[in-house]
């Protein structure tokens, strides 16, 4: 796969990120964001440069300002929720952590 086809399919994916994180589908998100990687990997393995043309090179550019928004707008789902998360299971644990404290002193 040439490295303009990975962009494109990169680019495609980010949209479908989007998606996904607008409605709260977290699930196919985590397996997007692992094609997405798929990806990368793929473009990190790649031994020679590949020389591409004016319009090509114009392309990629704007393939990666898409992807790199695409990103930024799957944060702004992204991020509030991780931080209920956060709060959800740092509640957790420090009711645990209390309850082993005080529970052997209130008779439990």
């Known amino acids: 796969m040439n490295p303009l086809s990975l962009y494109e399919s990169m680019n495609a994916l980010s949209a479908q990120m989007v998606e996904a994180a607008t409605a709260c589908d977290w699930d196919r998100l985590t397996l997007l ?3 997405c990687a798929g990806l990368v990997g793929m473009l990190d393995a790649r ?3 590949t020389l ?3 319009a090509e090179r114009t392309r990629k550019a704007d393939l990666i300002r898409r992807i790199l928004a695409d990103d930024a707008e799957v944060r702004r789902h992204a991020e509030p ?3 209920q998360v956060k709060l ?3 509640g957790g644990a420090r ?3 209390v309850r082993r404290a005080y529970g052997a002193h209130s008779g439990q």
């Open 33 to 35: 964001e692992k094609d």
């Open 47 to 49: 031994d020679e440069p």
């Open 52 to 54: 591409l043309t004016d």
């Open 81 to 83: 929720w991780m931080a």
């Open 88 to 90: 959800f299971l740092g």
């Open 95 to 97: 009711e645990r952590t």
